[in-house]
C-alpha cells in the first residue's frame, strides 16, 4: 500500500479513493498514454505523454528541447501525472448521477531526467516492449543522434492514489439506467507502403486453431494468410467482369478499391467471422484469387467454404481443385469438422458443378437469401460434405489433380 500524504488524501468522495499498489499498477501498465502536469514560470501546464512503469519508478517520454525536460535538468521538475483507464458511459436514472466507469491514477513527485545511458536505453526499449511483447527484437534500436534527441522522465511512485466512480443512486426512479461498456481494441494492422513481411505473431490476435489462416502447401497452389500488400496483385489477376459477374460485390476498379475490399476481409477475420487466404500460383509465386473459411462453428465442428474469387487464366488449372482439397484436409483431418457447407448463387451454373465434382450433395435452395450486387435477391443453392463422405471425396479429388491442366504462367 501506498501511504496517504496531504496531497493525495482526497477531500470528498474519501470511498472512491484507494492506495493499493497493486491497483495503482494494473492501471499504469494497461494505458497507453498520460499527462504531466507541471508549472513554467508560474503557469500551469499539461503534456501528453507516453509512459512506461519499471518497478516502482514511473518513467515519461518526452523531447530534449521540451520546456518540461529543460526544467529537470537542474534538481528536477515538480510535477503531477495522471493516468485513466475509461470502461464505460453510466447512465443515471436522474441527470446528476450520469457518470463514467473508470480507473484513475495520480502520481506526485519530483521528476528527473535520466542521464545513466544503460537506463535509458532499458527505459526506451520497455516503452516498445509496452507496444508489442517481442517489437524490440524485431526493429532496428535508436541511433546515437536519436537517443541525443529523446529525453526521459523518472518519477519515482512513492505519492500515488487510486480511484474509481462510486456506486448510483436513486434507485427507486422509474428511467432506464445501465453501463454502456468502452474498450481500447486494437484493429487490423495496416502495413506501411512498401512491407512485405507478414504480421507479427504479437499483433495477431489469441484466436482458436480454426480461426487461423496457416498456409496451406500444394504443387499447383500456395494458401497464405491474405494481408494488405496483396490488394494490388489481386487487382491485376482479377480484373476481368466475368470474375466478378456472380459475387456478391461489385468489382474494384482499381488496387484502392481492392485494398478496401481485402479490408473489408480482414476486419471480418478480426471479428472472427471469416478466415480468409490469398492463392498463389505454386510455380511462378504470382497471386491469383483468394477463399475463405467462414461461419466457423468449432462447437458444432462445421466451417462454410466460400468467398472464392480467382484470376480466369487460372481457371480449369489445378489451382481451384486443389484449393479445395486443401482446405478440406484441413477441415475434417486436422480441425476434426463433420460437416463442410458452400453456398452459391442460382444463376451461377459453373460453380454448382465445380462444387458437385467435388464430391459435395445438393441439400437445397435457400429463397432469397441475399442481395447480388446489384441489389436484386438471389436463391442461394447449399451443398455440404460430411465426414463420411471424405476418403471417396479425397480420393476424387487426387484423381482431378493427378489428369488436371497445370497452371497458367
Not at 466457423?296 to 487460372?314: A, C, F, H, Q
Amino acid at each position: 500500500m501506498y501511504a496517504p500524504t496531504p496531497r493525495t488524501t482526497a477531500t470528498r468522495s474519501r470511498d472512491q479513493m484507494s492506495y493499493d499498489r497493486a491497483a495503482a499498477h494494473t492501471v499504469l501498465d494497461e494505458a497507453y498514454d498520460c499527462v504531466l502536469g507541471f508549472v513554467v514560470d508560474g503557469e500551469p501546464r499539461v503534456l501528453p505523454t507516453l509512459h512506461v512503469r519499471l518497478g516502482d519508478t514511473l518513467y515519461l517520454h518526452g523531447s530534449t528541447g521540451s520546456r518540461p525536460l529543460l526544467t529537470a535538468r537542474g534538481e528536477g521538475l515538480p510535477a503531477c501525472v495522471a493516468v485513466t483507464l475509461l470502461d464505460g458511459l453510466v447512465y443515471g436514472r436522474s441527470q446528476f448521477h450520469h457518470s463514467a466507469n473508470y480507473r484513475s491514477v495520480v502520481a506526485h513527485g519530483t521528476a528527473h531526467l535520466v542521464t545513466a545511458a544503460e537506463e535509458k536505453a532499458r527505459v526506451l526499449t520497455a516503452l516498445v516492449e509496452k507496444a508489442g511483447q517481442g517489437r524490440s527484437a524485431e526493429s532496428r534500436p535508436p541511433t546515437r543522434r536519436e537517443l541525443a534527441e529523446t529525453a526521459v522522465l523518472a518519477l519515482p511512485l512513492r505519492e500515488v492514489s487510486v480511484r474509481s466512480r462510486d456506486e448510483p443512486t436513486d434507485l427507486d426512479l422509474p428511467h432506464w439506467a445501465g453501463v454502456v461498456p468502452l474498450r481500447l481494441t486494437a484493429g487490423t494492422p495496416e502495413p506501411d507502403v512498401g512491407v512485405t513481411a507478414p504480421v507479427p505473431a504479437y499483433l495477431r490476435p489469441a484466436r482458436s486453431t480454426w480461426h487461423e489462416p496457416v498456409v496451406l502447401r500444394g504443387e499447383h497452389v500456395v494458401l497464405e494468410p491474405l494481408a494488405l500488400a496483396h490488394a494490388g496483385e489481386l487487382h491485376a489477376a482479377t480484373a476481368d467482369p466475368e470474375v466478378w459477374r456472380h459475387l456478391g460485390a461489385p468489382q474494384p476498379t482499381d488496387a484502392g478499391e481492392m485494398g478496401s475490399v481485402v479490408r473489408a476481409y480482414l476486419t471480418a477475420h478480426e471479428q472472427g467471422e471469416r478466415v480468409p487466404w490469398v492463392q498463389r500460383c505454386a510455380t511462378t509465386g504470382a497471386v491469383v484469387g483468394t477463399t475463405s473459411y467462414y461461419e466457423v462453428d468449432p462447437e458444432r465442428r462445421s466451417v462454410k467454404i466460400g468467398y472464392t474469387w480467382l484470376g480466369r487464366p487460372w481457371w480449369r488449372t489445378g489451382v481451384n481443385t486443389e484449393a479445395k482439397l486443401l482446405l478440406l484436409t484441413r477441415a475434417f483431418e486436422t480441425l476434426g469438422a463433420v460437416r463442410v457447407v458452400w453456398h452459391t448463387d442460382i444463376r451461377n451454373e459453373r460453380s454448382q458443378r465445380a462444387i458437385e465434382r467435388l464430391g459435395a450433395t445438393r441439400e437445397g435452395t435457400l429463397r432469397m437469401h441475399r442481395q447480388r450486387a446489384d441489389g436484386s435477391w438471389r436463391d442461394t443453392v447449399q451443398y455440404a460434405m460430411i465426414v463420411d463422405q471424405w476418403p471417396n471425396a479425397q480420393a476424387r479429388l487426387r484423381e482431378m489433380l493427378r489428369r488436371a491442366a497445370p497452371a497458367a504462367s
